[in-house]
């Protein structure tokens, strides 16, 4: 196992790049460290898999290092890298049994008969296949030949890390879930360095302990589900994390105090030194409250979503989410809202302009 450090990297898949937006990554600075659960969040066309490919060795960056453990590998192949990798379509040989495709990667790498059994095993218990062990590969059901995929990416102990590249897409949406826990599981019982790659924030964030966040190429927050959500580093992370995402309006600077709408708003804390450019407040819509005093806004959609009710409102043309416990209002009432000032952000071109105030110096809280 390794600590993998991704240094100064950038890529382009133009040979001669004109500008930023000719990068599909641009300046990445990263280290996984050795036996992270890690997940690689972003949309389609971020620079996940040129990012991927980057660590696996299929594809060389046009700037920068990838380092293990401290040893360049920048220009390493695949195979000197030592890397195991779970794709989106399960790879394995159809003719062989279960045992045999699991026994496969220790085979290949000459491990003595008896440690194979007892891997095989094992990963076979691990991922409630043993009773699947001499079936042929060829009858298994998709779910469960991209089980046995996985098993074949775990199935090595001496792997610096294991790559899982959105390894549910064939998976049953009701069999998902208890795959996801079980990969977590899986992690806290081999211990050893897992990269998740996914578009799906659900996945990241039950299997991750730290989450990369990605957009246009660039990592916009590396995190704790738990500080993604509390606290986005950038609006994309707001919007993109959360259902409904974080609600990102247009603020303005009036005597130190923001206002949005003509309304002052209490932020989370004094707005960083140096601040200008496009200003946005942050508010997820768990604290966003309704009351007799606060922003007057347009009730325009009542959504009932079992424990909670997400109402949407009108603030002039500005949108706002609110969830809600109690009773809910209903469509075309007026409403008061209130943000809950210590989970109120203020943002600049898209990043995080405020910071917190420590916790001795807090005061009370919270008008929501
Ligand atoms: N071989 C290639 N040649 C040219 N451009 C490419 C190539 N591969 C990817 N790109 C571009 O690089 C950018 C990043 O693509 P990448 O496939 O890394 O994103 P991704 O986040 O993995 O997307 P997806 O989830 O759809 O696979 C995109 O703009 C894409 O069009």
């Known amino acids: ?32 460290q050795d036996g992270g659960a890690y997940a690689l969040l972003g949309p389609s066309g971020c620079g996940k898999s040129t990012l991927l490919n980057i660590i696996s060795g299929l594809l060389v960056p046009s700037e920068g290092q ?17 890397i195991a990798q779970v794709f989106q379509f399960p790879v394995i040989y159809d003719t062989m049994t279960v045992r045999e495709n699991l026994a496969f990667p220790l085979k290949n790498r000459g491990v003595d008969p008896a440690t194979i059994d007892q891997r095989v095993y094992e990963i076979a218990e691990m991922l409630e296949v043993t009773d699947m062990l001499d079936r042929r590969a060829a009858g298994l059901s998709p779910d469960n030949k991209q089980k046995i995929s996985m098993g074949r990416g775990l199935v090595r102990d001496d792997v610096n890390v294991v790559m899982f590249d959105e390894p549910l897409t064939v998976i ?11 990969l977590k599981e899986l992690h806290q019982r081999v211990g050893r360095t897992m990269i998740y790659v996914t ?7 039950t299997f991750a302990d730290q989450v990369v966040v990605m957009e246009l190429g660039e990592v916009v ?14 609006t994309f992370v707001g919007h993109f994390i959360g259902s409904p995402g974080m609600n990102v309006l247009p603020a303005e600077i009036k005597n130190g105090v923001a206002h949005f709408y003509g309304h002052p708003v209490e932020l989370e804390g004094p707005i960083k ?8 407040v942050g508010i997820r819509p768990e604290f966003v409250g309704l009351g007799d005093t ?19 409102v009108e603030v002039g043309e500005h949108r706002v989410s609110a969830i809600l416990n109690g009773a809910p209002p209903a469509k075309g009432d007026i409403v008061h809202l209130q943000f809950k000032p210590s989970q109120t952000r203020l943002y600049a071109d ?3 302009a405020t910071d917190v105030v420590p916790e001795s110096t807090a005061t009370g809280e919270d008008a929501a």
């Open 350 to 352: 898209g990043w995080l």
């Open 1 to 32: 196992m390794a600590k993998i450090t991704l240094k100064n990297l950038r890529h382009s898949y133009y040979t001669n790049p004109k500008g930023p937006q000719d990068f599909a990554l641009k300046e990445v600075d990263l280290d996984w």
């Open 273 to 280: 030194e140096g601040t200008s450019g496009k200003l946005e």
């Open 221 to 234: 927050q590396v995190g704790t589900p738990v500080e993604l959500f509390e606290r986005p580093a950038h």
């Open 199 to 205: 578009h799906d924030q659900t996945e990241a964030l």
């Open 172 to 182: 049953d949406p009701h069999l998902k879930w208890k795959l996801r826990t079980k």
């Open 66 to 82: 990838i380092l293990f453990d401290g040893n360049d590998m920048t220009t390493a192949t695949p195979d000197q890298r030592n």
């Open 294 to 312: 606060g922003i007057e806004a347009h009730v325009r959609k009542v959504s009932d979503i079992g424990k909670h009710t997400v109402v949407d």
